[in-house]
């Protein structure tokens, strides 16, 4: 896997393989955990925790024609790689589907994740910002304790979502005003 704690900024850095959907390597988790709002995005209602109806295997039968089904909304997500890590990285490979007790577990492992993922980004793309030397430092030891140097396990990724995450929105929110500089500069 790729070492993205204090690498590059710009663009590429947010949007490299750690970031990218694999969903050969998922076990259809935005299938299973997320809920839909039946209206312009979803043809269909379907709760949190439960298997959309259009699941086969790990594959969505509809796929190639999502948004002429009625689900735009699938075709717009992408999951920014948190569903893979879950996967892989948290679960060794194993799937709700073959192991029905994990099921609560991956979805907890999966928001979680995907809170990872969504600040990982935002601190680097923070690079790009004219922080403080103090500021940068923090925005490092930031991206480092989202790149634990073992694999993410559910309890920690539990922990960082419930205490890390709203740490670092914190901070995240202190740097409000290198963006209203950038916006003036504009």
């Not at 403080?132 to 140097?149: F, G, I, K, M, V």
């Not at 993410?152 to 419930?162: F, I, K, T, Y």
Request: charged residues 20%.
């Amino acid at each position: 896997m790729a070492d993205n704690r204090a690498g590059p900024s710009g663009p590429a850095a947010v949007s490299g393989p750690h970031f990218e959907a694999d969903c050969s390597r998922c076990a259809a988790l935005c299938c299973m955990a997320l809920a839909l709002d039946e209206g312009p995005h979803f043809a269909i209602d379907k709760p949190a925790g439960t298997p959309c109806p259009n699941l086969s295997g790990h594959a969505c039968s509809i796929h190639d024609r999502l948004p002429d089904a009625g689900f735009p909304g699938c075709a717009a997500y992408d999951c920014a790689g948190a569903g893979q890590r879950v996967v892989q990285e948290v679960f060794a490979g194993r799937s709700w589907q073959q192991e029905a007790a994990l099921t609560g577990p991956m979805i907890r492992a999966f928001a979680a994740m995907r809170e990872v993922q969504a600040l990982h980004r935002f601190l680097l793309s923070a690079a790009g910002l004219p922080l403080t030397p103090a500021q940068e430092e923090e925005r490092l030891a930031w991206l480092e304790t989202l790149a634990p140097e073992r694999a993410w396990d559910a309890a920690a990724l539990e922990r960082a979502a419930a205490d890390t995450a709203p740490a670092i929105r914190h901070w995240l929110r202190s740097l409000a005003p290198h963006l209203a500089q950038r916006g003036a500069a504009s």
